[in-house]
């Protein structure tokens, strides 16, 4: 639709950008994707996103937007189809819950559990253990966080068991394992298969060796 | 009236408790309470027995109203706690303010918020709610007659979040730790990063108002919520400084919003005197100060 048009200025490996492209695709909104080389900055999104200078920016209607879960918020609320958050209001505080407790407790933990060494790393993965371990409290009797199909939260936290898997490659430490994390484990595995969520995944190939760079730093 | 009469009956039912034990039971779950709550929200007395539901028609619907009661958990000083009430106050909710003591976090506060056991819990007909922008919005959402607290178009709800979401991430952390800056040179340089923060938040008024007394426009919204809370702070941190942050010539906008803003009912109760705020900031300095090691 003319003057409706959508635009998505990311990165490849970035799992912020990655939420945004899989909220798109179940939406079925077309948009144009502009690759950035983070290490050269386009104008454009300095100009549009002056404030965090990050990917992903959503310019929609020529207006940008930056921050992932806000993104995530706006995409739903401009676009009814194939709701994301959930129709209670208390369901939906919980789901705001679990995707900012992944940014702020769950990904730090994670990092700091693959990039440390010794006494601290033991003490991280711990930590990140535990955390993870709180999100099954959100898959209690479901097989999605979104119910019987993928929501807001599936949408915003998924890439974070992809990651996990890939630094363990990198790294010799286990942390969602099917015996203590039944639950977000099956749960993973059942995101990953679904069509529109999968091809839109970086490859592993060239994921392995960027985490490895990102880890080493 | 029928708390008066649940309360009697209830009265009744506790001083004849064996043969009350003996009526009750396979009954309908009364609103899944349980008689520590029963006893403490109408009758004020412990009911030492094992879990009896009761089928009475006052206690069942003075239980419901108790059932329905909205509780704030929070802490005085928090501003966190401040955007909580705030958004109540603007939806005309009733609540039952609860003064969290902290040494040691109480056992509600570790029930209701245990990933990261902190002020304000909203707990609504015994649901919690943690974190304080969430909580806004979850009252904008229940109490949707009231006025509202978001924007109504998606893309000015998205800026309001965005910025919400800056002063929380990034300009609140800044202006904290300009109280434990060391030396004068990392002072000065936080210091300087606050007030390049005002001049966003200065344009963004001026962009989200459109003219108007707010960054919601008539009225106070979200984003007047999510940065007014901390302006007892702003003050603190100006008064311990002697440095004006928010000022007349840099941010003339945000000076003029912050009157109207301390000065509007739905905040003028909730907001802690700069005072009282400052006595408690140098109490926590001196803690923090005899607690480091030298």
Redesign the interface.
């Given at each position: 639709m003319e003057g409706d048009s959508v635009k998505l200025l990311g990165f490849w490996g970035s799992p912020a950008v990655l939420r945004v492209k899989w909220a798109l695709a179940v939406k079925g909104i077309e948009y144009q994707y502009v690759e950035e080389d983070l290490s050269n900055k386009s104008d454009m999104l300095l100009k549009y996103n002056p404030?965090y200078k990050k990917v992903p920016v959503l310019v929609?209607q020529g207006?940008p937007?930056?921050?992932s879960l806000?993104?995530l918020?706006?995409i739903d609320?401009?676009w009814k189809q194939n709701p994301l958050l959930p129709h209670s209001?208390?369901e939906?505080?919980q789901a705001?819950?679990w995707s900012?407790?992944v940014d702020d407790?769950c990904m730090p933990t994670v990092v700091a559990a693959f990039s440390k060494v010794g006494e601290e790393q033991q003490k991280a993965a711990e930590e990140a253990r535990e955390n993870l371990k709180?999100l099954e409290v959100g898959l209690e009797g479901k097989r999605f966080f979104g119910g019987d199909n993928i929501g807001f939260v599936d949408i915003a936290i998924g890439w974070l068991p992809y990651w996990i898997g890939i630094a363990e490659e990198v790294v010799a430490i286990n942390l969602i394992d099917a015996e203590s994390m039944p639950k977000l484990n099956s749960w993973f595995h059942a995101f990953i298969d679904i069509p529109i969520i999968k091809e839109l995944l970086p490859p592993r190939h060239k994921l392995l060796p960027h985490t490895k760079a990102f880890l080493q730093a | 009236m029928s708390m008066y009469i649940a309360k009697s009956r209830l009265s009744y039912i506790h001083t004849n408790i064996h043969r009350t034990q003996e009526i009750v039971c396979s009954q309908i779950q009364l609103f899944n309470m349980t008689p520590k709550i029963l006893s403490k929200d109408i009758c004020g007395r412990s009911w030492n027995t094992a879990r009896c539901y009761i089928l009475d028609p006052f206690v069942s619907l003075a239980c419901r109203k108790t059932k329905s009661e909205v509780k704030l958990l929070g802490a005085w000083p928090s501003p966190f706690v401040m955007r909580a009430r705030i958004a109540l106050n603007i939806k005309s909710v009733s609540y039952e303010f609860l003064e969290e003591t902290f040494q040691p976090k109480s056992p509600l506060l570790l029930d209701s918020n245990p990933v990261y056991k902190k002020v304000p819990v909203l707990i609504n007909q015994d649901k919690p709610i943690c974190e304080s922008l969430i909580i806004v919005q979850y009252v904008d959402d229940v109490w949707s007659s009231g006025p509202s607290i978001l924007p109504s178009e998606p893309y000015d709800r998205a800026i309001a979040r965005f910025w919400a979401t800056y002063l929380d991430d990034k300009w609140y952390p800044t202006l904290r730790s300009v109280r434990g800056a060391k030396g004068e040179d990392d002072r000065k340089k936080l210091i300087t990063e606050v007030g390049e923060g005002l001049t966003l938040l200065e344009d963004a008024l001026n962009k989200t108002s459109r003219g108007k007394d707010f960054f919601g426009g008539d009225q106070i919204g979200y984003l007047d919520i999510a940065f007014g809370c901390f302006l007892g702070w702003l003050r603190v941190t100006e008064s311990l400084t002697g440095v004006k942050l928010l000022d007349q010539v840099k941010t003339p906008c945000l000076v003029k919003w912050a009157e109207r803003f301390c000065a509007h009912g739905a905040v003028k109760d909730v907001m802690p005197q700069t005072e009282k705020l400052v006595e408690f900031a140098k109490m926590l300095m001196a803690k923090m100060a005899a607690s480091t090691p030298n």
């Open positions: 404030v929609h207006k937007l930056a921050e806000l993104i918020e706006y609320e401009t209001p208390y939906r505080a705001r819950f900012k407790f407790k709180r | -």
